[in-house]
């Protein structure tokens, strides 16, 4: 294969793909104080597939190459420096004696145990012993592929601070040692952060801060993934795991439907529904009704019921708006963050008319420097004939957006509300 482009697309949405994987297994392998040391042979892996493939075209089975060629890279880094690291104590003999080495560093990257082990690290990302806001920011940044700005973007902060989060996260990190399942009595405290962490990840491809297209359907895809892992592994298969993939497929199934043909945002209210995937929907709805069956009233449980109404409305003039509104309420109960605030005043304007959503968007502290609150803010002010401050809120949201398709349709809300105002 010579096209140059096909093959970054490729191996942008493989690698994302195959890189956590491999150094899940790796650092089981090494251990978590060697988490460096895994990262090396994949990073390794991964440009040697960079520097290969444009030449002598992508293999048949792409993923088992990188597979391959990092379990040779971790047998040679192994050789040079087995004797001169401390290796995890229960693997170090069969890692440093030539008649185990390969046949153990086989074994790791098996079937049967490199889907675990990506679990396992998730977890131990999520591990207690590191501070809440920086395991999910190691798990986005070491597992799912996510560049600094990115994760910057999703925690609405600065590059430096995550930069700040990751060296202090990773200093945790290498004293867990062992990289394993939580026993069963800490699960529910240890799934919340690998919920948010998936969860995270989906919402940067459903709608992406800093890339030139708005959806991204590797991100989409990887965390759809890792969200039917848990609800496949029996210890993680709970009404929360159920919820999360529901709520997930509820909007993924809406994804055809979010752009024109020239990659501009079409609004939820002119959506064209027939393009909306009915087989996802029906799926989603699956694993919402499961969620549903234990009892467990979680906040993805509540967000999934209102993806599911709109997934069902007729349209958007026909969509149950009061009882979206009082499943945000409910939700505010167990999640009183601003972003849930932020939702469930743009339902009360559906609801209860523009002026009234107005006022509870105000209410909300916390979202200045959010681009969708000004503009959510801009549509309600324009609404209720504010004209001119609609178009400062305008302005406010295209410089705090770095979205190119984002950009476009709020420049075009102002052009639109310019010819109104002359």
């Not at 990115?150 to 902060?157: D, L, N, P, S």
């Not at 989060?165 to 529910?188: C, N, S």
């Not at 030139?212 to 991100?219: A, G, Q, S, V």
Request: with cysteine; glycine share 4%; net charge negative.
């Amino acid at each position: 294969m010579s096209d140059s482009a096909t093959i970054e697309e490729l191996t942008d949405r493989l690698f994302r793909h195959e890189a956590g994987r491999m150094v899940g297994a790796l650092t089981r392998l090494f251990g978590t104080q060697h988490l460096e040391l895994a990262e090396d042979v994949v990073q390794e892996t991964l440009l040697k597939a960079m520097r290969d493939w444009p030449y002598h075209g992508v293999p048949e089975n792409p993923a088992a190459w990188l597979h391959r060629v990092a379990k040779n890279l971790a047998i040679d880094q192994l050789r040079r420096k087995s004797r001169g690291v401390e290796l995890l104590k229960e693997n170090a003999a069969l890692l440093r004696s030539e008649w185990t080495l390969s046949a153990t560093v086989a074994e790791a990257f098996s079937e049967e145990t490199i889907a675990d082990d990506q679990l396992r690290m998730l977890f131990a990302c999520c591990h207690p012993s590191i501070p809440q806001e920086q395991q999910v920011a190691l798990a986005l940044r070491t597992l799912c592929g996510f560049s600094v700005a990115e994760i910057a973007r999703a925690f609405v902060t600065n590059e430096e601070t995550i930069n700040k989060r990751l060296y202090r996260a990773r200093e945790a990190f290498r004293a867990i040692g062992r990289v394993e399942l939580p026993p069963t009595q800490e699960l529910p405290l240890r799934l919340q952060p690998v919920l948010a962490t998936i969860y995270l990840l989906f919402n940067e491809g459903y709608n992406s801060t800093d890339h030139k297209d708005l959806i991204r359907e590797d991100l989409i895809e990887e965390a759809l993934r890792l969200g039917d892992m848990l609800v496949r592994h029996p210890l993680t298969a709970g009404s929360q795991s159920h919820a999360l993939l529901a709520l997930m497929l509820f909007h993924a199934a809406r994804s055809e439907a979010r752009l024109d043909a020239d990659g501009a945002i079409i609004l939820l209210a002119d959506q064209d529904r027939s393009r909306w995937d009915r087989r996802l929907i029906l799926l989603a709805e699956r694993f919402l009704q499961e969620a549903g069956r234990g009892g467990d009233v979680s906040a993805y449980l509540l967000e999934a019921g209102i993806a599911g109404i709109h997934a069902h409305a007729p349209s958007f003039e026909e969509t149950d708006w009061s009882t979206i509104v009082a499943l945000y309420d409910r939700l505010l109960t167990l999640a009183p963050t601003a972003i849930v605030r932020f939702n469930r005043a743009i339902a009360v304007s559906k609801a209860q008319g523009a002026a009234a959503g107005l006022k509870a968007l105000e209410a909300v502290e916390g979202l200045a420097k959010w681009h969708l609150y000004h503009a959510a803010r801009g549509d309600l002010l324009r609404e209720l004939e504010r004209k001119d401050e609609a178009l400062v809120a305008y302005d406010h949201a295209m410089d705090l957006t770095a979205s190119p398709a984002e950009t476009a349709l709020l420049r075009k809300r102002a052009i639109e509300l310019d010819l109104e105002r002359s």
